[in-house]
């Protein structure tokens, strides 16, 4: 069902307020799982905000891609997956994201985004610390 294994897998069911005129999955909710199953991921590697602001380093998007393959519909049960595949230490990485719908395992979404480690203070890119480094490993 994965094109590798995921670090970290949720569940959630599509529900009436996420649809949008046409009756399905609007397409700006999939953007807020993404950004929900990226955060849930970080707190399992054991980085929060309260981390991010402690190290004075945090992450943000530079840039998100997604590819709509099949719309959802109010009840579908959604499994959201995502992974590492790119982290070379410096300031970017990139985060891959997959949903699969479970009654007929078809995936509905895919993409990803780029992360930017940033100065919490300036805002600016910086290479990510050795903490950062070690938890956002990518999947090879």
């Not at 590819?67 to 070379?88: C, M, Q, V």
């Not at 992360?115 to 990518?138: H, L, N």
Request: proline letters at 4%; glycine letters at 6%; a neutral charge.
């Amino acid at each position: 069902m994965w094109p590798c294994t995921p670090q970290c897998v949720g569940k959630l069911t599509v529900q009436p307020e996420h649809l949008d005129e046409f009756e399905h999955t609007n397409n700006t909710i999939y953007l807020v799982w993404m950004q929900a199953i990226a955060a849930l991921h970080s707190r399992q590697l054991g980085l929060t905000f309260q981390d991010f602001v402690e190290f004075g380093y945090g992450c943000v998007a530079r840039q998100h891609h997604l590819e709509y393959k099949r719309p959802t519909f109010a009840g579908d049960t959604l499994w959201i997956a995502t992974w590492i595949s790119h982290n070379e230490g410096k300031a970017d990485m990139t985060r891959q994201y997959q949903f699969v719908r479970e009654s007929d395992h078809a995936t509905v979404m895919q993409g990803h985004t780029q992360w930017v480690c940033i100065d919490m203070k300036t805002g600016r890119p910086k290479k990510q610390p050795s903490r950062f480094v070690e938890a956002y490993r990518a999947v090879n």
